[in-house]
């Protein structure tokens, strides 16, 4: 009995409708089916039921449904402490991220040889550090809220772009209002655990709800998806200027729309000495930075 099935199956009984939960779990309506069917010929009961054009738990999915994810959550156990004890000599370090840092992660590897650097970029990195799958991780706009849980260390401000092809009638604008982008179709950036990612959250608080006519998990894939023509989207100006796309335009935004980058931990976690030793990297670079 595969584990992916049964998380399969514990969000689709939460949204009981093959199409949204496959969007969520990022795979195809047909691939879900085929897994629960999978799932009820391994069980040897009916887990859902039709009602309609809908589905609904089965009485076996309701009596199914705890143990799922009891399943599920001893699973993430043992995956967590075979991880923090596989390997010690190797000293890992885990970053959550949902910006660009390659480059940083690579000039802090040529000076630390002796750590070993895993990146997560595509999961919610205030998540990741709080479900202890990461040390460190580079949050945007930490609130003040946040501040009393997380460590922070300002890394960067940048700057949100609207990414569009360049045969779009905007591209040779230098600059466009968010609210003028309101009868566009959009390519958004969607990582599971995440309820609303940012480009959703500027277009609300510009004044409308954008037509999202696909989504990424990633800002590589967005990126490539706008390059076809698919849409437009909003990024961070630093995080797409090193794609290597012929067919895009990058426009301000008027006015512009500022983020900043901060590393951060818990407050209630004692870091490694790999992670003390990124810390102190970030922080001595960015203090050269500043000067």
């Not at 391994?42 to 309609?52: A, D, H, I, T, Y």
């Not at 479900?131 to 997380?150: K, N, P, Q, T, W």
């Not at 630093?238 to 900043?260: G, K, M, V, W």
Request: with cysteine; aromatic share 8%; proline share 3%.
């Amino acid at each position: 009995m595969e584990i992916s099935h049964i998380e399969e199956f514990a969000v689709l009984a939460d949204i009981c409708n093959y199409g949204r939960a496959a969007d969520k779990l990022f795979i195809s309506q047909s691939s879900l089916f085929n897994h629960i069917k999978t799932l009820e010929a391994e069980l040897g009961v009916p887990l859902f039921n039709r009602k309609g054009k809908n589905i609904v738990l089965s009485d076996y999915g309701q009596i199914f449904l705890p143990y799922a994810k009891t399943i599920i959550s001893t699973a993430k156990e043992y995956v967590q402490v075979l991880q923090t004890n596989q390997d010690k000599s190797a000293k890992k370090l885990q970053i959550g991220t949902q910006y660009r840092v390659t480059e940083l992660i690579k000039e802090f590897s040529k000076q630390h040889r002796e750590y070993e650097v895993h990146v997560f970029d595509n999961y919610s990195a205030m998540d990741a550090l709080d479900e202890g799958i990461c040390e460190l991780a580079f949050i945007r706009d930490i609130s003040e809220a946040e501040s009393l849980v997380y460590n922070a260390i300002p890394y960067i401000t940048d700057s949100f772009v609207a990414v569009v092809y360049s045969s779009h009638p905007l591209a040779k604008k230098p600059r466009v209002r968010l609210r003028d982008l309101k009868n566009e179709d959009f390519v958004m950036i969607s990582r599971p655990q995440e309820q609303e990612c940012s480009g959703m959250k500027l277009c609300k608080r510009a004044g409308f709800i954008p037509h999202v006519s696909m989504t990424a998990v990633n800002g590589s894939e967005a990126a490539r998806l706008v390059d076809e023509e698919v849409g437009i989207s909003l990024f961070l100006k630093s995080t797409i200027i090193s794609e290597n796309f012929q067919n895009l335009a990058l426009i301000d935004l008027d006015p512009p729309i500022d983020c900043a980058i901060s590393l951060c931990w818990r407050k209630d976690k004692k870091l490694s000495p790999a992670a003390k030793a990124f810390v102190t990297y970030v922080k001595e670079r960015s203090e050269a930075n500043a000067l």
